[in-house]
């Protein structure tokens, strides 16, 4: 079974919704930060949003504040990605990931923007957008 799976993808017109989940599997899932970055034909991946180990902390790319959700449930080993006025340069494929290095998250710290702090990888969804 593959560490992390992504699901929800699909096609939305310009304005629309789509919620994206990462399910992890194993017991350990919860004490890993989470990330889901995005990456566009013929462009390079590009972080999203982030959120830490108990969801209290999380981060946003400013291309998506005020529109994307990023959540955990601990219970179901789960995170979400809430996209809400979506748009058609969100088109990409939508990735989750695991960091397993417990950097901090104060003082605005970038460490978890980068997709090289990041060591486990779903298979990725394809979101796209209509105008």
């Known amino acids: 079974q593959a560490p992390l799976v992504e699901s929800g993808g699909g096609l939305v017109q310009a304005g629309g919704s789509l919620r994206l989940s990462c399910a992890g599997s194993?017991?350990?899932?919860?004490?890993?930060?989470m990330g889901w970055f995005r990456q566009a034909p013929g462009k390079e991946r590009e972080f999203v949003a982030a959120?830490?180990?108990?969801?209290?902390?999380?981060q946003y790319a400013d291309s998506v504040k005020g529109r994307f959700t990023i959540s955990r449930d601990v219970a179901k080993n789960t995170v979400y990605l809430q996209m809400n006025s979506l748009k058609p340069e969100d088109t990409a494929v939508y990735y989750c990931?695991?960091?397993?290095?417990?950097?901090?998250?104060?003082?605005?710290?970038?460490?978890?923007?980068?997709?090289?702090?990041?060591?486990?990888w779903g298979q990725g969804t394809q979101v796209t957008v209509s105008s």
């Open positions: 194993g017991r350990t899932f919860s004490r890993y930060d």
């Open positions: 990931a695991a960091s397993p290095f417990f950097a901090s998250w104060d003082g605005g710290s970038l460490f978890y923007q980068s997709k090289d702090n990041y060591n486990t």
């Open positions: 959120i830490n180990q108990n969801g209290g902390s999380t």
